[in-house]
């Protein structure tokens, strides 16, 4: 599975950047998580429910490197995710470009692999739930952003 | 229903009773299958159906990786979980984990190559496959074991996997078997004439590159195993779905130690089989007994079908690169093809699959010179063994593909070029010089192949459709093909099944082989046989298949053989026991056995119908309580006797086929199939029509639907029949067959086998007729299956040139 795009966050870059670092942040952004640490520096542990198809609610044990940090500008991540119906297994890179009107343009490539029972049985709707999680938590990270940057958790 | 020899003049049909008889013969008529009744209502036992006190149940643990380093297996958790009793590793088999024995080895042919790699119980070191199980778990129940899956631990390095048949065998391909020097699991040539200097005389070469992919058997019972060791009769009963219960219990007894007549092995009626549920010795047929022996109570598994996409074996990929040399008449001669065979992660039943392929690809054609190579491969995929049909189906779509382009190039009508090329009846038995899967040489024992060709010609209106049918469907706008097949089948073959027949004193007549029944029809097909010999009632005549403990000598079914050989030998266990009736009841009338006559369950003097008795009344008196046993006989009306051909017998038929084709959508609709079939003597018409109509809607989802989709990491994206199409009824269109009969010499009916004939030239045919409904000389067929996708992508393709 392949999902890249560009997404445009309304914030300074530095903001940005501090927000896509914070476990707490990415665990309440990420669909599904349960659970999402720092347990050293540059490795989040966590774990993670997904449904794809006729696979309902699939628990994954997901553990994310972050590799190749050049801060705020960019970022690589090793994606191993293990659980009873498969695995996930990748890399993904970030891009953060400042913009000139303030905002910062957030480009994404990423190549993951999915194995076993998930990957047999939901291979049609992988890339789809894929993409639809991928909006749903750049969505919810530019509402972050925004009670960062206003302090107002009710702004719409 | 036409009768003839091979030279063609008509020859008595076999009538299944022995000369002198009266009785109307059961064998070659449209008997109803005597098991219907049980099947029908319910009554029959599946594997499925065992349940025993304190019976345990099992669930594996499989892998989620095509390839790579099994470096752990936590099965603590598992083991805490409230209702496991055990958990199984590698580890804990100790000395029970061994390799599977191979199971067919490769026949004696010059210059073979052969790596012999097969599968442990429980994946060791490596994982090869996805699917392949790593922990054994056996719980109270299956809902626990299936939680318990969950609480394993496996810790896998994942390797680059080995997808691609040619990448396999690249100097950098990551290799499956690291003791090895690459992929390359066998290497086999095999020469008839001399191709070279065939091919420098010839007038024209076709030379084309043909794909066959991967598909599962499917069928509708997945694979089940129930094992009870009784402590009392010390006695292990093994309930299997097997298609080979003898050596199952054969290789079990060996493997765990005990005498074989303290094993018994049981395959109850089994849902279809297909192949892949042959003399396996698969991982799970290993672990259920070994568990039960380890834990005194009874043990259970049944496959869910999202395993048995994984676990159990599948066939078809290949890869060709062949050639065909003519003369401007069309005239063979010579073959070239040299072909990749994928065998999946092991090869536990060798080479037969290739060397069907190899000897399939000549068909009922006369090919001086033929070179035949190929190189089978390991991959990271399921384990490949045959699957109906077992690799014939690639070499008819080979040879009948390049027959096609060279008719075409050269403007030779598609049925002329064959007939120009048909082995005549004067040419049996034909020689083909190379090597059977049998380790016997090619030799096709009889058959009539013009005759063949023609009638299924005139059925489907072959002239008529292509001179004037067609032309005005065109001009409609309508894209209609015809299409039109011939193959040779060796079926029957080695080395032996038997059969015990017995008389009880209720008159009821018990057969006892040792092939295991899929739902071919084996307890009619037999019955019918004994009956006609002993001249009783067929619903009289009771057959028990594929228990050990019943009989205990023979192999199983495959190679379409059941008939053929199991059947000779009811055939001659009957007559054994008609001839100790007869020499008995001789005795007791005080008349010569030449004198009596048997019919309607009696025997008795001729002309004097109240001078005799039952089978059942000498049956008893076969055994008497008083009284000796006469010398050199035996007691009871019992026989048991054995058939083992030298080789088997040769089948062969056409398909016919005519398709409509929507070059917008590319759907394919079959208008018309029409099979003309020679399986020499039939027992019985309308079971030959069920194998061949099944046969055909197996080939049509091979030519059509189904298609085993590996990523690049050998991941099986459609492990479901949500995404793996199976044809369904309103894809088979009604099947219209016709029967030739040309006897085998080689058993005294004259049987051939007929369960795989209609699934090998679906693949050719409907190429064929799909390539002709389209009339586009740029477009080509040269892979199946051929998804309505992969021909739209064809066509649009076509029409850029």
Redo the contacts between chains.
Sequence with gaps: MNLTGTFTFDGPRTVVWDLLQDPVVLAKALPGTERLALTTEDRFEGVMKVSVG?VTAATFDVVVTLKDKVPPQRFAMQIDGKG?V??T?GTANVELAEQPDGGTLMTYTSDV?????I???G??LIESVGKMMMRQALDALARELRVRLEGNPHTP | MSVETNDGAPAPPFTGTPAGSKATPYVNSRVQRNEDARLLTGRARFVDDVHLPGMLHVAFVRSDYAHGRLLSVDAAAARERAGVVAVYTSEDLGAYSKPAPLLVPPPPIAGLVFHACTHLPLATGKVRHVGEPIAMIVAESRYIAEDAVRDVVVDIEPLDAVVDLEAALGPEAPRVHEHLASNAAAHVVQRKGDYEAARSRADVVITRRFLYDRGASAAIENRAVVAQWDTQAEELTIWDTTQAPIPIRNGLATMLGLPESQVRVVAPFVGGGFGPKIMMFYPEELLVPWAAMQLGRPVKWTEDRQENFYATTQERGQVHEAEMALTKEGLILGVSDTFLFDTGAYDPYGLTIPINTQCTLLGPYDIPNYHTEFTAVFTNKTIVTPVRGAGRQHGVFVSERLLDIAARQMGIDRVEIRKRNLLGPDRFPHNHEIMFQDSAPLVYDSGNYLPTLEQAAEIIGYEQFVRDEQPRLRAEGKHVGVGIACYVEGTGIGPYEGARVTVEPSGRVRVATGVGTQGQGHYTVFAQIVADVLAVEVTNVQVITGDTREFQWGTGTFASRGAVVAGSACHAAALAVREKALALAARLLEVEPAALDIEGGRVFVRGAADRGFTLGDLAGKANPLRGAVKPGTKPGLEATEYFGPDRGSTANGVHAILVEVDPETAMVEIKRYVVVHDCGTIINPMLVEGQIHGGVAHGIGNAFYEQLIYDEQGQLLNASFMDYLLPTATDVPPIETAHRETPSPYNVMGLKGVGEAGCIPTGAVFAQAVEDALGDPRFEIREIPISPNTLFNLITEARRV
């Design positions: 006729p009873g498969g695995f297994r692999q999915v194995g076993g029972k990957a047999s049985v291979q049609r």
